[in-house]
């Protein structure tokens, strides 16, 4: 009977408030932008995944999500299996002691905390968890960072869920991705009172993917340069020193004005792009009506490739943003449909 290894892991749920959007090499996942998240709690929103080798299993690789097998044979999963395969290899070396394991097939499993289907990115959780599952089980001495660089050949966004609380994505310029990883801005206690609100108009799988929309906005949108040239490296500075301070009406305004902004690209892709829906204009306008009431900015929307709103807000603000929104969910006929869930904004 062969030994089996194994080694467990967790990943967080991480929420853009500068976006993502566009690749200069689709290949490396390489972005056009820096981009920076904020890391969801782990009690709510995260993948766990169990990675094991043994010379007892069959001999492809497999991987089984909430207990479906998934199909590992696409570049990107390839990828991340490669790299850490090749530091396993070079761990190996010609130490006899050291059990070979990189040329053993491998058994991913991996469970979400929420469903696949809730229209919450799940890609960037997936492949964070994986990659660092896989590089335990390996035993690397790789740091976040070294395994944010393998997790943005997942999936781009995954990179940033290496990291908990506030985490940023240094686009970097090396055509070889070396320089293209991310960063922690503050750990979660930095800032522990950051909640949102996730408000899920529709569990349906999105009708463009990010691959698919991203790059046709960088091929056809005459917005596009402009954001990603000026517009983001200015809001990239702006947001971490929002973060610094704990500046919540900058953060806010950052947060809602890039959404904006990419949603704007995408209105300008042609042919156009549209995720927010009417559910989603009207979360935007309860936002507004939130912050006038306050007379200052307490809530800010963001909203990614799909109808779904985040709403961030502090603790202090919870029962004006957070219990707002669920009283117009169970009052509104016109929210029907929509549901909200109130998520930690805490990583790990
Ligand atoms: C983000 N999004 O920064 C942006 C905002 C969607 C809108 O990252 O092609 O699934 O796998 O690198 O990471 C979604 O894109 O794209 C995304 P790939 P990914 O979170």
């Not at 999936?155 to 070889?176: K, M, N």
């Not at 006038?292 to 490739?305: P, S």
């Not at 117009?328 to 109130?342: C, S, V």
Request: proline content about 5%; aromatic content about 8%; charged content about 20%.
């Amino acid at each position: 009977m062969s030994d089996i290894y194994r080694a467990s892991t967790t990943a967080p749920v991480n929420i853009a408030v500068i976006k993502y959007w566009g690749k200069r090499d689709p290949k490396l996942n390489l972005p056009t932008n820096s981009s920076l998240s904020v890391t969801l709690s782990q009690a709510d929103l995260r993948t766990h995944t169990t990675a094991s080798c043994s010379a007892s299993y069959p001999k492809e690789d497999t991987l089984l999500l909430n207990g479906t097998p998934q199909d590992v044979s696409g570049a990107r999963t390839q990828a991340c299996f490669r790299e850490l395969r090749a530091l396993r290899t070079q761990l190996e070396g010609s130490d006899s002691s050291v059990p070979k394991l990189a040329t053993l097939p491998l058994k991913i499993v991996s469970e979400n905390n929420f469903p696949t289907a809730a229209g919450l990115a799940s890609s960037a959780a997936g492949f964070a968890a994986l990659v660092r599952a896989i590089a335990n089980l390996y035993k690397l001495p790789s740091s976040p960072t070294d395994l944010s660089r393998i997790a943005r050949q997942g999936s781009g966004s995954a990179c940033r869920s290496l990291f908990g609380g506030y985490v940023g994505w240094e686009q970097g310029s090396a055509s070889d991705g070396s320089d293209s990883v991310a960063f922690q801005v503050a750990p979660a206690s930095h800032w522990p009172t950051m909640r949102a609100v996730i408000l899920v108009v529709s569990a349906a799988k999105k009708g463009v993917s990010s691959t698919t929309g991203m790059q046709t906005t960088v091929a056809t949108s005459s917005l596009f340069a402009s954001r990603a040239s000026e517009t983001v490296p200015r809001r990239m500075a702006e947001m971490q020193k929002a973060i610094q301070e704990k500046d919540f009406e900058a953060f806010g305004k950052v947060t809602m004005m890039d959404s904006n902004s990419f949603h704007a690209t995408c209105l300008d892709t042609y042919p156009p792009i549209f995720y927010l829906n009417d559910v989603s204009r009207a979360a935007i306008k309860v936002v507004e009506s939130i912050n006038a009431a306050a007379g200052r900015i307490v809530a800010a929307y963001t909203f990614d490739a799909g109808p779904n709103a985040v709403v961030y807000y502090l603790e202090e603000n919870e029962k004006d943003v957070a219990g707002l929104f669920k009283s117009i969910l169970e009052e509104k006929d016109g929210w029907k449909g929509a549901r909200g869930e109130k998520i930690e904004a805490q990583g790990a």
